[in-house]
């Protein structure tokens, strides 16, 4: 089945096409209103399945909870569709502050938590995480839904359960980016020879585990290709949700354009800040930090219209969402949650057209567009993609890039996800 680089063709989608893009207000599901034709009547292992339906229990499997990020805003949403679940992590190290969004509920870990050092270094006891997400007990719940970005879709289920794995992106690190993972300490020495074997072992349990999975929701039509190459399974695409309603949409800009990113190899920030060090007519607002801080700073090479800020709080970021002229990034992200919140605020956006943001950024040639993307990860490319911006003119309004955001709502989430919950349900 050959894919295209834009999008995936529909036979490779194999679960029905679900409504979107209504801004109705959803209420949230509830278990109860998940229900199976009745089948009494017909024989016991038939009646036990419909009584079961009638109010079946649900598990939610996340990977860990160290932070409240993109995924635990899934998870979050889970939760609301899905208030009687019962919630599995590999390890729960959320503050009492980053931990509101679970309302109290508690978290069932693995062994994994208790090893040494785990607070601070669980992320070192990745080999051992396969086996620990394999003794989570699942045989007493009727659905199971994973929210995986490296092994929570290893839950182990049997033929009479529904397991569905909301998958925002296959193991990066032991997949298509091994390489810019590699490419720094971590590759070298005998960390580095580690590294490659634990990612080959991985490699080989990830595919195993696809096996364990009923039905795959892709968070782009981008993971959605990348689930068909690694696991040659199909997957139905179903957006993050973004709190759209947090950002003010703001009419008024000012002359910077905005970078916002932690700086990490993927991230290619550098690719950025050297696009608009040669052009010093236009002014760079850069926002961030982490391990590559060094690289990205050396790449300005002094320019004085580029201003480094370091990481600022969140309400201080949206401010600069707010005025940017626009929201520029050179990576290649599964979704890219920044991207609508820049958008949500009426912000158009300069992005690299791989992964999820040819999902989001209505392109230059469309009727209203939102953003301008380009094809190669180059500073001359982003150059280019900057002048094509500045002469679409009034093209772009603010209003236009509000209503885009709006398409990756919360109520539209739950929306989507109940219906394909319900239909996944009926089908079992």
């Not at 036990?48 to 998870?75: C, F, K, M, Q, T």
């Amino acid at each position: 089945m050959a894919f295209v680089e834009k999008q995936v063709p529909a036979e490779a989608i194999a679960m029905p096409r679900l409504r979107r893009g209504s801004q109705e207000s959803v209420p949230d599901l509830r278990i109860s209103d998940l229900r199976a034709p009745d089948l009494r009547g017909t024989d016991a292992r038939a009646f036990d399945r419909n009584r079961r339906a009638a109010r079946p229990r649900v598990a939610i499997v996340h990977e860990w909870l160290d932070s409240y990020g993109g995924s635990e805003r899934v998870v979050e949403q889970l939760l609301r569709c899905f208030p009687d679940a019962d919630l599995f992590a590999v390890v729960d190290f959320l503050t009492t502050e980053e931990r509101r969004f679970l309302g109290g509920r508690r978290v069932r870990t693995s062994f994994i938590q208790q090893l040494p050092f785990a607070r601070r270094m669980f992320r070192r006891y990745l080999g051992l995480m396969p086996m620990a997400v394999e003794q989570f007990d699942m045989s007493g719940y009727d659905l199971v839904i994973s929210s995986n970005h490296a092994v929570a879709k290893g839950v182990i289920t049997g033929p009479d359960q529904v397991h569905i794995s909301y998958v925002h992106s296959p193991m990066r690190y032991a997949w298509d980016m091994q390489h810019q993972y590699l490419d720094g300490d971590l590759g070298r020495g005998l960390q580095g020879l580690y590294a490659r074997w634990l990612f080959g072992r991985l490699r080989e349990w990830d595919v195993a585990s696809a096996h364990h999975v009923d039905h795959f929701i892709a968070n782009s039509t981008y993971i959605a290709r990348r689930i068909h190459k690694v696991y040659r399974r199909p997957a139905t695409v179903i957006h993050p949700p973004v709190d759209v309603d947090r950002f003010a949409m703001t009419r008024d800009k000012e002359d910077f354009y905005l970078l916002a990113c932690r700086f990490v190899p993927y991230k290619r920030a550098e690719i950025v800040v050297e696009s608009f060090a040669r052009q010093p007519g236009r002014r760079l607002v850069v926002i961030g930090g982490g391990p590559e801080e060094a690289r990205v700073r050396a790449a300005a090479r002094g320019a004085d219209n580029i201003r480094f800020l370091g990481p600022v709080p969140q309400i201080e970021l949206i401010g600069f969402m707010q005025r940017a002229r626009a929201f520029v990034f050179a990576g290649e992200e599964d979704f890219g949650i920044t991207f609508v919140e820049a958008q949500a605020c009426g912000t158009p956006v300069i992005a690299y057209g791989r992964g999820g943001a040819a999902d989001i950024v209505v392109p230059q040639h469309a009727p209203s567009p939102t953003g301008v993307l380009f094809e190669r990860q180059e500073p001359g490319a982003l150059a280019a993609a900057v002048e094509r911006f500045e002469a679409l003119g009034p093209r772009i309004t603010a209003e236009a890039c509000r209503a885009n955001a709006t398409r990756f709502s919360e109520d539209r989430f739950r929306a989507e996800l109940g219906a394909f919950v319900s239909t996944c349900r009926a089908w079992a």
